[in-house]
């Protein structure tokens, strides 16, 4: 049973994400998301400067005259979002957790997708895969899909993308769109994430709060690891403290620009800091022009 509170908040972010996608990007999705290959549309006589390849050399035989085949690209489309929930998420310095980012992130995305008639599916994941729900079409399966990103209360709190990705190679049979969400704190996912990319159309929304890269100097604060419980006091006046803040966060960022980029995986930044709807809008305007 979901508290007043989730569903509170479940139909705040309806509202919001309705008014979203009726404003904009819903072409813009459509346009540089490609169905996952070709069927068959009609039989029709051949017009000069048709390609002789597709002639249906069958009904051509049958009727007297030259007809072709003609085909349509498979419109609909099935998207995974594939959503981090892992102790590393329940933390926000800003407005929003990170969490609370990820239902709206995914809101956003899931309602563009039924929009155009795809299917939406789900995983939740920690250091294990929590939650599954199959791919569907329909704004109820949606609603349902953002409940449980706002409700869910994981079993785990570390993060393991490798598992989360190894599950998804394994249930989605045909190419797909994965929109990965998380802060990406984690290792060893690489070799996997590069399979995951072959396979499918891989989108990366990495998550971020300024505090992991920059402390205020406020003295000594204790901090925990909400993934490993451990706690340990910090100096946040010492510079030397703040510079091996800063190197950490710069190093994750390169290591990471540069594993998307070899894989040709998109990256969606977005910091709980700023509004997200900007960095999203950015990544179909890219994605629209390389097509293009």
Same mark, same amino acid.
């Given at each position: ?25 819903? !072409? ?5 998301? @490609? ?19 597709? /002639? ?62 795809? @299917?939406?599916?789900?995983? /939740? ?20 899909? /953002? ?10 709190? !570390? ?10 190679? @394994? ?19 690489? @070799?996997?994430? !590069? ?23 406020? !003295? ?73």
């Amino acid at each position: 049973m979901l508290s007043k509170e989730i569903l509170k908040k479940v139909r705040k972010i309806q509202y919001k994400i309705s008014r979203m996608s009726n404003e904009m990007i819903s !072409g813009q999705y459509t346009s540089v998301f @490609k169905g996952a290959g070709i069927e068959f549309d009609e039989v029709r006589e051949y017009i000069p400067g048709d390609d002789i390849r597709s /002639i249906d050399w069958n009904v051509t035989a049958r009727s007297g005259v030259p007809h072709i085949k003609r085909f349509a690209e498979e419109r609909e489309l099935t998207v995974m979002l594939a959503v981090d929930l892992s102790g590393s998420q329940r933390f926000g310095s800003v407005e929003s957790l990170k969490s609370e980012l990820a239902a709206e992130i995914s809101a956003l995305l899931a309602f563009l997708a039924i929009k155009n008639n795809d @299917k939406v599916g789900l995983l /939740i994941f920690t250091d294990t895969c929590e939650k599954y729900l199959p791919p569907q079409k329909g704004r109820r399966h949606v609603l349902r899909v /953002i409940r449980e990103i706002l409700g869910y209360q994981p079993s785990g709190t !570390g993060t393991r993308i490798e598992e989360a990705l190894k599950f998804i190679n @394994k249930v989605l049979k045909q190419r797909s769109i994965i929109f990965l969400v998380s802060d990406f704190i984690d290792a060893n996912f690489e @070799k996997v994430l !590069g399979i995951a990319a072959r396979r499918h159309d891989l989108v990366a929304v990495r998550l971020k709060d300024p505090r992991e890269a920059e402390l205020p100097g406020v !003295g000594l604060v204790e901090l925990e690891d909400n993934e490993t419980g451990r706690r340990v006091l910090i100096d946040t006046t010492d510079e030397q403290v703040k510079l091996m803040v800063r190197d950490e966060a710069k190093q994750r960022d390169e290591f990471l620009a540069k594993l998307f980029r070899r894989n040709k995986v998109d990256l969606i930044d977005i910091s709980t800091d700023r509004p997200y709807l900007e960095p999203i809008q950015k990544f179909f305007k890219l994605r629209e022009r390389r097509m293009r």
